[in-house]
């Protein structure tokens, strides 16, 4: 996992703490150069083992930054960045999150009044000590004041892959206590959205108390949030996690409401309405003998509640997958009964995207291959990167090397439990063109083409270009964005899409939780245009094989069938395709 974006902001942070003691221009390079790095397509923490002189490679990163970099990697800090914090102990992050208050008011407010959190901000301002310090007055303590709880919601959202092992630690939790019944994950989390803001749990109970009390004794918990009578809120590992008591009537309408999304609520709540029905998180209601429906929360005959099911039927409906509730159009599909038989976990059949120690991966083709078998796939690709653009030195192998590396995959294939193909991550080059020999590419089994580094112009057209190759089967993690660190390249989904279609190119819906590359909205327009979608792990160990999950998740959040995936096929399916 690339660490750049770790080292970045530690350099902000630097510049940051510079500036608020009034250090002219050398918090300015700091900013560039993190900017730089974090942006930068090659691993830092690799480029650090080569020395400054490697890390110097990276634009607006000069010798003293280089230095401290590779001391990083060291010693596991960086000196200079040690005695800043020393001078100035605030948590520069949290409070410069408050609109309004950049380093240098971090610094005045330390100085003059001592604040070094969140918390002491908010008491200086509410005693009314910030007005009187000089250069601030009234309107900025107010201010202040104003942005303090949006810099407190506004803590970064969490990868779906750091949340959601969390979450299904609570369910686990709340299966061994008594007065629990139907326990589920609601909100973004059950909807597979690659970023969870906070985790919503329902636990069903008669006691709703005791449900309460048995989750802030949780000795998981970091923190109690808030606790009521009937919800409550801890911290556990960083991720917040929102808990409700539902009482067993009304279960499957919470589930239902708290499910989300939002958007996907108020579709379904107009439909309703139209027909005379009220939906909320109490239920399904008859309003149609009813003078005024907005009278309460539980107006009218209550029709449904008790599940999820009986929510959607009461509206004439089929249940509508949680991953579908995005309001991309899937109430239209239900009315329409064209509803999308969603692929599911055990439909992915083999993995076309992983690495071995050929390249970075960290195993030998044996040990992917065996967990793979021990995983159950049917088949898998080796995969390793080609040399070219955005590849760390030495990483990539060379034509000669690929040529070599297919040997050797063929003779583990031959006494392998699964079938074993011979597979090459190639890059996409600026131009669209692709980094392996032709000859190379027509003797591999699968070859997929993989955007590394910046593509020049118009990056659909390149995209399309790769796509073109007569070689080229997969489109790999097609942006190469990486989830709150880059935001990828932009491109035509749509034309890139029908390209794929044509040529026979399946887009790879890549499962790492960094990527998740297609995403949902993406896959649904590639289903649309009649692509393949290829869900792969880009497994470095054969623990990753188990990330595919996310892969298919995203998969459906994308409304994409088993037929619409590539490696639901057989092995034959596979190598027709790639034929
Ligand atoms: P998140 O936590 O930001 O990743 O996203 P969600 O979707 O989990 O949102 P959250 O936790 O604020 O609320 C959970 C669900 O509850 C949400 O998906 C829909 C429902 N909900 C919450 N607030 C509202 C609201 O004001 N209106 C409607 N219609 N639904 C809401
Ligand atoms: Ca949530
Ligand atoms: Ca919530
Ligand atoms: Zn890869």
């Avoid at 636990?203 to 802030?216: G, L």
């Avoid at 291959?369 to 995969?383: H, K």
Wanted: proline share 3%.
């Amino acid at each position: 996992m690339s660490r750049n974006a770790e080292i970045s902001d530690l350099f902000e942070e630097y510049a940051n703490l510079l500036e608020a003691q009034d250090v002219g221009y050398k918090p300015q390079a700091y900013r560039r150069a993190a900017d730089n790095i974090r942006d930068y397509p090659e691993d830092i923490e690799e480029m650090a083992a080569g020395g400054p002189a490697e890390v110097g490679r990276i634009p607006q990163v000069g010798d003293s930054i280089a230095g401290k970099v590779v001391e990083y990697f060291e010693t596991g800090e960086i000196e200079a960045l040690e005695e800043e914090r020393e001078k100035l102990p605030v948590r520069m992050e949290e409070l410069t999150r408050v609109e309004g208050v950049g380093p240098k008011t971090v610094g005045d407010l330390y100085h003059e009044l001592g604040v070094e959190t969140l918390d002491d901000l908010e008491e200086a301002a509410r005693d009314g000590e910030i007005q009187e310090l000089k250069g601030y007055g009234q309107k900025t303590e107010q201010n202040i004041l104003d942005g303090i709880e949006f810099a407190r919601t506004v803590r970064g959202r969490q990868l779906l892959g750091d949340a959601r092992p969390v979450g299904e630690q609570v369910l686990a939790f709340f299966a061994d206590v008594p007065s629990v019944g139907r326990c589920e994950l609601a909100g973004s989390l059950r909807r597979w959205r690659e970023t969870i803001g906070d985790v919503d749990v329902l636990a069903e109970s008669e006691d709703k108390q005791a449900v309460v009390d048995a989750f802030t004794d949780w000795e998981r918990a970091t923190e109690v949030i808030e606790a009521g009578t009937d919800k409550a809120a801890i911290r556990v590992s960083d991720v917040r996690i929102d808990l409700r008591a539902i009482a067993p009537e009304e279960f499957g309408s919470a589930l239902q409401y708290f499910t989300g999304s939002k958007n996907h609520n108020i579709t379904l709540r107009n439909y309703a309405i139209e027909r005379d029905l009220k939906v909320n998180e109490y239920g399904v209601f008859d309003v149609s003998e009813v003078d005024d429906p907005d009278a309460g929360q539980r107006v009218g005959e209550r029709i449904a509640g008790e599940t999820e099911e009986s929510m959607y039927d009461a509206l004439g409906l089929p249940l509508i997958a949680p991953e579908m509730r995005e309001d991309r159009g899937e109430i239209d599909a239900a009315v329409a009964g064209e509803l999308p038989d969603l692929v599911e976990e055990g439909d992915v059949r083999g993995d076309l995207h992983l690495h071995t120690d050929w390249s970075d991966g960290g195993y030998t083709v044996e040990e992917m291959v065996d967990g793979a078998a021990e995983f159950g796939l049917d088949y898998i690709a080796v995969s390793d990167h080609a040399t070219g653009p955005g590849m760390v030195g030495g990483v990539g192998l060379s034509d000669d090397e690929l040529r070599e590396q297919m040997e050797a995959i063929r003779t583990v294939a031959e006494d392998a439990p699964i079938d074993v193909f011979a597979g090459v991550e190639a890059n996409i080059d600026a131009e669209g063109g692709i980094s392996v020999a032709d000859d190379v590419l027509a003797d591999l089994d699968v070859v997929i083409a993989s955007p590394h580094s910046g593509l020049n112009g118009d990056a659909t057209e390149r995209l399309v270009r790769a796509i073109e190759h007569p070689s080229v089967d997969v489109l790999g993690h097609p942006s190469g964005r990486l989830i709150n660190q880059r935001p990828g390249v932009d491109f035509d989904v749509r034309e890139v899409a029908k390209a794929a279609a044509e040529h026979g190119v399946a887009l790879e819906i890549n499962s790492n939780t960094h990527r998740l590359d297609l995403w949902g909205a993406a896959v649904q327009v590639a289903v649309e245009e009649g692509a393949s979608v290829a869900i792969d792990t880009d497994a470095h160990s054969p623990g990753e094989y188990r990330n595919v999950r996310y892969g298919i998740h995203t998969a459906r959040r994308g409304w994409a069938e088993a037929g619409d995936v590539l490696n639901t096929r057989d092995a034959e399916g596979l190598r027709e395709f790639c034929h």
